[in-house]
């Protein structure tokens, strides 16, 4: 098939059904609002279909398979805190979790067929947070991981994951730490971003991990404007108290 350079959404209406409790800022709209700003693109939307055999097999790349069966039960359960209080659950958390990687497998599937060029995955919950054995942090599945592990597969690499988020992308980098087609790079503002390269001066990283993360620190952008500030004030200042997740 030949490749367009338009770009290609792939995303999936059960991402919504993740519904943490009110007011948590991991929600349904983050995902609305992140595709609404692709209007005008010209972006055209891939079909998605989430098939679970097929998730499970590419989960099974990232994590422990303890993970989705977890997760899958604990949804079954109702709204709880699963792992950890970062990481609320409702019902339809597992299907959306698994909506999720199946976008991103489909999305790999395209570039490979060469179907596509530029793809983007809007999805939630999102990953780079969930450990191999663990949700953390929002996360559940390491989308992330997941997609460039099926890169990999196919033959399509040496794969950058580019991480952008206040906090390090931890199980990114742990699940890559030793690879050597893949390189990380965490670009962050929050002291944990420090707890990687700590790692690195100590020698206890390896020396792939030294050549293959590179930390490319960003200016803060979160400020608080005049309008939004509880004070009034005139000035500008960073958030003090960055999201999680
Ligand atoms: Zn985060």
């Not at 983007?120 to 599945?141: E, K, S, T």
């Not at 087609?181 to 990283?205: H, N, V, Y």
């Not at 500008?236 to 999680?244: I, Y």
């Amino acid at each position: 098939m030949r490749a367009t350079s338009s770009l290609l959404i792939a995303t999936h209406e059960e991402c919504a059904d993740h519904r943490p409790f009110p007011g948590h800022p991991e929600r349904p709209q983050r995902l609305q609002a992140a595709i609404k700003g692709a209007d005008g693109l010209g972006a055209r939307l891939l079909p998605v279909t989430v098939n679970e055999s097929d998730a499970l097999r590419a989960i099974l790349t990232a994590h422990d398979a303890t993970l989705p069966e977890r997760l899958r039960t604990a949804c079954a359960s109702g709204p709880q805190v699963f792992d950890s209080d970062d990481n609320p659950i409702s019902e339809g958390t597992y299907r959306a979790a698994l909506a999720a990687v199946a976008a991103s497998i489909a999305a790999v599937g395209e570039v490979d067929a060469r179907a596509a060029t530029r793809v983007w995955i809007p999805v939630r919950p999102p990953g780079h947070h969930a450990l191999r054995d663990r949700a953390m942090g929002f996360c559940f599945f390491n989308n992330a991981a997941i997609a460039t592990e099926d890169l990999l597969k196919r033959g399509i690499g040496p794969v950058a994951v580019v991480d952008f988020d206040v906090h390090h992308g931890n199980a990114t980098q742990q699940h890559f730490w030793n690879a050597t087609t893949c390189s990380t790079s965490p670009s962050t503002d929050t002291p944990s971003i420090r707890e990687p390269a700590r790692e690195m001066r100590s020698g206890r990283a390896p020396a792939v991990a030294l050549r293959g993360t590179t930390r490319w620190p960003l200016v803060p952008t979160m400020t608080r404007t005049a309008a939004q500030s509880p004070r009034g004030s005139r000035t500008s200042s960073r958030s003090s108290h960055p999201l999680r997740g």
